[in-house]
């Protein structure tokens, strides 16, 4: 017992004196140029040239606080929908182009934002760049009735098994309602409601 209380004691002090190493270090900087595109993209840019690799990270300023009361769920909903294909690429052909090439993505919702995000080789950093801009412009060229009720109901299974089927999930459900009053944008889950998803159309 003694000695777990001298590790613990030992992780504390590791702890603290870490954090005082870190206050006392306030000059630490990732370099990076910034600078807007023609046509109003922002662009934050760091380069890195430890291993061949390439990150793309793809901010939309679209959120479930974008959304209102009886229509909640649409960003996250749309999270889904813009895997789906767009004017020239296939349903399905996100994926498998970019595991082609060894890479992999994924994106998230939240309040404020949507994201979607991409590593591959840094020889094949035209491909995510042409993949983003494709469903970025040409995104209803390939929606239909059909794939907005499939993502709409693999959201809803998603709603099953990560909220409803999960034993103490359902509390991320009922948190917003508690912190934020009625009204305010961040009132209900990022991932809408059961209800609104079923009637969205």
């Given at each position: 017992?003694?000695?777990?209380?001298?590790?613990?004691?030992?992780?504390?002090?590791?702890?603290?004196?870490?954090?005082?190493?870190?206050?006392?270090?306030?000059?630490?900087?990732?370099?990076?140029?910034?600078?807007?595109?023609?046509?109003?993209?922002?662009?934050?840019?760091?380069?890195?040239?430890?291993?061949?690799?390439?990150?793309?990270?793809?901010?939309?300023?679209?959120?479930?606080?974008?959304?209102?009361?009886?229509?909640?769920?649409?960003?996250?909903?749309?999270?889904?929908?813009?895997?789906?294909?767009?004017?020239?690429?296939?349903?399905?052909?996100?994926?498998?182009?970019?595991?082609?090439?060894?890479?992999?993505?994924?994106?998230?919702?939240?309040?404020?934002?949507?994201?979607?995000?991409?590593?591959?080789?840094?020889?094949?950093?035209?491909?995510?760049?042409?993949?983003?801009?494709?469903r970025m412009g040409f995104l209803l060229d390939s929606m239909s009735p059909n794939i907005?009720?499939?993502?709409?109901?693999?959201?809803?299974?998603?709603?099953?098994q990560s909220y409803l089927n999960r034993p103490y999930a359902k509390i991320w459900l009922?948190?917003?309602?508690?912190?934020?009053?009625?009204?305010?944008?961040?009132?209900?889950?990022?991932?809408?409601?059961?209800?609104?998803?079923?009637?969205?159309?």
């Amino acid at each position: 017992m003694h000695m777990r209380q001298a590790l613990c004691g030992l992780a504390v002090a590791a702890c603290l004196s870490g954090g005082a190493a870190l206050a006392a270090e306030p000059d630490f900087k990732v370099p990076y140029t910034e600078f807007d595109l023609p046509n109003g993209l922002h662009v934050i840019l760091h380069e890195d040239h430890t291993i061949p690799m390439v990150h793309t990270n793809i901010w939309y300023r679209v959120g479930s606080s974008y959304e209102q009361v009886g229509r909640t769920g649409f960003a996250h909903l749309f999270e889904h929908l813009m895997f789906e294909g767009s004017g020239h690429v296939k349903e399905g052909e996100f994926d498998r182009l970019l595991e082609s090439v060894g890479g992999n993505n994924n994106a998230s919702t939240s309040t404020d934002r949507t994201n979607y995000y991409c590593t591959v080789p840094s020889c094949a950093l035209e491909l995510p760049l042409f993949l983003e801009s494709d469903r970025m412009g040409f995104l209803l060229d390939s929606m239909s009735p059909n794939i907005v009720d499939n993502q709409r109901d693999v959201v809803k299974n998603e709603m099953r098994q990560s909220y409803l089927n999960r034993p103490y999930a359902k509390i991320w459900l009922e948190l917003p309602a508690l912190m934020y009053p009625e009204g305010h944008p961040y009132h209900w889950p990022i991932i809408g409601s059961m209800y609104d998803l079923t009637a969205a159309g």
